[in-house]
């Protein structure tokens, strides 16, 4: 006789899940976050991937054959460009060359890249804006670029600086500039002129292509000639030449295009599985709950012949079911956000693509990972509750799970951590020093993140037995806000094993956020400090053929309004015991107005007489720090100074020492100026044009020196700034995740806490404690979670981020953004709280009858 499906131990436990939907909703949303997150990230993935290549494809579509010369290096000349386009099936072939060259007219170096384009046809890759496209010699159009950085309108003039045919001096070329385009190719970052083939051979004084785009007819494909026939005509009439069909070319491009969005892919991967573990550790805390309050069920279960081992099985099958279905709606909601995404991007005025394909193999896969991970997640509670007595049908339902954690938990937590901090003693004593290349970071970062997951190992060991004194700290002031402060402290303290299953997956998130934040911050620091040497001031103006410059130009130069924080100053060789180097009279406070300079040992504030700053190479091989003394030998005199701060790396300008004016003339030098630095008045592109205008006309002859001028790239530092600005947000935005799964955990605990301590809730109802108190004090103990997560996570964070910023750049100060980190822990609290707001709400409403009521 077949026993009644609705009988057997699986049937059982499906037939309370189908009873009880709510409960297993609870364990489920942490899983479906995690699939929520995973397919979300492949779907970023593709419409990225969609995006760059639609946006910043190489190749016309048009292009059915891309020709470049062959192994000999050889261009192809215009002859061999005529007999291909005489090529039976050759629609259209045009030939293409890149090239550049040096600007006259300006004392300030400027540059444009040359490229020749048809302007016009299928062919073309750029786009007409204004004026008219060059049609004959002497003509250039020019990118919105270069129109903005060189002030140039169709009708302006430019003066190329051409080398001679016999390799000796420059020949100027005027060209006129008759349009302004706009790159459909390429994204537009550099100033470059086009013109076609012919006129740009002309002006470059080359009379080849570096490569042949053609466009194949339909005629041709209709009278049977084929791509490969018509590519096997090509290799003919240009011997030697490689000849690939265009979709191959398009295809390279597109992957070179989106290489640098997978780089940030692939490091957001590396953060989504922190985030899936954190989904994994709310789940099996909320199964444990789920399983302890179902005891008295499991245990009538036992006691009617159910074996452990076949209640265990059915209970992670349970757990399986509940993560098809959490995994199958989060792949659902990932997939309709991914779809939303692109016409909601263009509301904001961005341009997004959606993927030309549905991933469905990604689906199918996030789908069974979800249940794997369920399955994991319910493994160690379904073998304890599958070791419950019998006899516990005849007992109330336990209260989950308040136990400090066993001794077999704390020896396992205690070697966690001492592995660890070996682990990191290891990587502070083979720390290296800067200017060190030999230094293998990749390898110490590794070893740094192995000691970061054993501290959190035995952060999830331990954090039964740290829960209570921790809370014993944050919690003074809420014990004296009255008797719902103190019974929140009291319900989260009387439940350590519960209160830090929870604590310890916000505790991960906020310490991958505070590391995350802290390294960025150092790092940018230090970003602020290299530009700030790199690119002391907009202009710096040097003598060309002389060893110095007019006494006054400086003081001309502040006369002009467009030009702002004019400095002039000297450099001198020196020896410093028996090498030389470069002793400058620089003040540092001055450069960029002191901003993102800093020192590693000492102050960079006002430097009194005798005292010296030192860079990173010259303190590293003198051994010396803020206080020592060196000397320095200028002509013969030494001169003793005192060090009164050391650089985290190399000095503005190529100094290695800087000392106060009177100092270096004291040693010999004469005060006359060797270089002058200025800043636009205004930083805008037309400031900056003004600025080099009112230079150029300042530096008029021999007597100033036959000053020379280098602008400094100040715009492509800003957009490495923007770079660093935008990975801090990506990868802030993606740690948020796991703050959003502990915050899902929070909620989740709180909700199932509610319905296990209805009997306590209805007990303090009838003592006379208000609904109001009750919800003030479930909602303080959600508040509570975060306040313990945040300070563990932060306690964690701050060691292993100083650890992290002096292997991944030694000479990067650490900085701690403590406002940053102070609004990330209050948010956490808030939300933490917000999140308790509705099991608080139902626990509210208790009735005080419940007290007397018994229990399921």
């Known amino acids: 006789m077949r026993t009644p499906w609705r009988a057997t131990v699986l049937g059982s436990q499906v ?142 003039s430019l003066i190329l600086l051409q080398p001679e045919a016999d390799g000796e001096g420059t020949r100027r070329v005027t060209v006129e500039v008759s349009g302004i385009v706009r790159s459909t190719a390429t994204n537009d970052s550099v100033p470059t002129g086009y013109a076609p083939g012919p006129q740009l051979g002309q002006l470059l004084g080359v009379s080849g292509y570096s490569r042949i785009d053609i466009r194949a007819g339909t005629a041709s494909s209709a009278a049977g000639s084929g791509p490969a026939e018509l590519a096997e005509r090509i290799r003919q009439t240009v011997p030697g030449a490689r000849v690939r069909p265009g979709d191959e070319v398009r295809e390279e491009e597109a992957r070179e295009a989106v290489a640098e969005a997978k780089d940030i892919l692939e490091l957001v991967t590396v953060f989504l599985a922190v985030a899936v573990g954190a989904a994994v550790l709310v789940a099996t805390s909320t199964f444990r709950i789920v399983f302890a309050r179902r005891v008295r069920q499991l245990a009538l279960l036992r006691a009617i012949g159910a074996t452990p081992r076949r209640l265990a099985a059915a209970l992670v099958v349970e757990g399986a079911v509940v993560g098809l279905l959490a995994g199958t709606t989060g792949v659902l909601a990932a997939r309709g956000c991914g779809q939303l995404a692109p016409p909601v991007a263009g509301w904001f005025g961005h341009d997004l693509f959606a993927p030309s394909r549905v991933p469905l193999t990604e689906a199918v896969l996030t789908v069974l990972g979800t249940v794997v991970l369920a399955a994991l997640a319910v493994l160690a509670p379904s073998l304890s ?130 590391t995350a934040l802290t390294c960025l911050a150092s790092l940018n620091a230090y970003e602020r400090y290299r530009q700030a040497v790199e690119a002391p001031a907009d202009f710096h103006l040097f003598a060309r053929d002389s060893d110095s410059l007019d006494r006054s130009l400086a003081a001309d130069l502040a006369t002009h309004p467009e030009l702002a924080d004019v400095t002039a100053f000297r450099t001198a060789e020196v020896v410093e015991s028996t090498r030389s180097a470069t002793v400058s009279d620089l003040d540092l406070g001055t450069v960029r107005s002191g901003v ?45 100074l005192t060090v009164a701060a050391t650089l985290p790396g190399t000095g503005p300008y190529g100094g290695n020492f800087f000392v106060p004016a009177a100092d270096l003339s004291r040693m010999g030098m004469e005060a006359v100026p060797t270089a002058v630095t200025a800043n636009a008045s205004q930083g805008d592109a037309q400031g900056r044009i003004r600025a080099q205008r009112a230079i150029t006309d300042t530096l008029t002859g021999p007597e100033r020196g036959d000053g020379r001028v280098i602008a400094e790239d100040t715009a492509g530092q800003a957009g490495e700034s923007d770079d660093l600005r935008t990975m801090t947000t990506t990868v802030i935005m993606v740690l948020g995740l796991t703050v959003l799964v502990a915050v899902a955990g929070v909620a989740t605990t709180a909700g199932l806490t509610v319905v296990e301590r209805k009997r306590e809730f209805g007990l303090l109802r009838a003592l006379g404690l208000g609904g109001a108190a009750v919800h003030r004090m479930v909602t303080v103990e959600c508040a509570l979670y975060g306040v313990l997560g945040g300070v563990l996570g932060l306690a964690l964070s701050m060691p292993y981020s100083w650890l992290v910023v002096r292997v991944a750049q030694t000479s990067a100060p650490f900085s701690v953004p403590a406002g940053e980190l102070a609004v990330v822990f209050t948010v956490l609290v808030l939300v933490t709280a917000a999140a308790g707001m509705v099991p608080a709400l139902s626990a509210s409403r208790t009735s005080p009858t419940v007290a007397v009521a018994r229990t399921e």
């Open 596 to 640: 993102g300079l800093t020192a590693r040992t000492g102050s960079l504030g006002q430097l009194d007489p005798a005292h010296v700053v030192v860079d990173a190479d010259h303190a590293l091989r003198l051994g010396v720090r803020a206080g020592d003394r060196v000397t320095l030998t200028f002509d013969g005199r030494p001169v003793q």
């Open 15 to 156: 037939a309370e899940l189908l009873r009880r939907p709510g409960r297993f909703a609870a364990t489920g949303l942490s899983l479906l976050i995690a699939a929520f997150v995973v397919f979300g990230a492949v779907m970023a993935q593709q419409i990225i991937t969609a995006t760059v290549v639609e946006k910043f494809r190489g190749t016309p579509e048009a292009v059915s054959l891309v020709v470049t010369p062959g192994d000999d290096g050889e261009d192809i000349g215009e002859a061999r460009l005529r007999e291909v386009r005489r090529t039976p099936g050759v629609t259209e072939a045009v030939g293409r060359m890149d090239g550049g060259s040096p600007l006259a007219g300006s004392a300030v170096e400027r540059y444009l890249d040359l490229s020749a384009d048809p302007g016009t046809g299928a062919l073309a890759e750029v786009r007409l804006l204004d004026g008219t496209y060059p049609s004959g010699p002497g003509r250039l159009a020019v990118n919105t670029v270069a129109a903005e950085e060189y002030a140039l309108a169709p009708g302006s």
């Open 385 to 514: 509750a599958s070791r419950v007595s019998p006899l516990q049908a005849l007992r109330s339902a336990a209260g989950g799970e308040d136990a400090a954690g066993g001794t077999g938990r704390t020896v396992l937590g205690l070697l966690c951590a001492a592995g660890a901090a070996c682990l990191a003693r290891q990587q502070y004593a083979g720390l290296p020093e800067p200017g060190d290349t030999g230094y293998d970071r990749f390898e110490a970062l590794t070893v740094v993140v192995l000691s970061g997951g054993l501290a959190f190992l035995a952060l999830i060991a331990l954090g039964p037995r740290l829960v209570r004194p921790v809370l014993s700290a944050v919690a003074v002031p809420l014990r004296r806000t009255g008797a719902a402060g103190r019974l929140a402290v009291a319900g989260v303290g009387g439940a350590p094993g519960r209160a830090a299953s929870v604590s310890v997956v916000v505790a991960l998130g906020i310490c991958l956020v505070g």
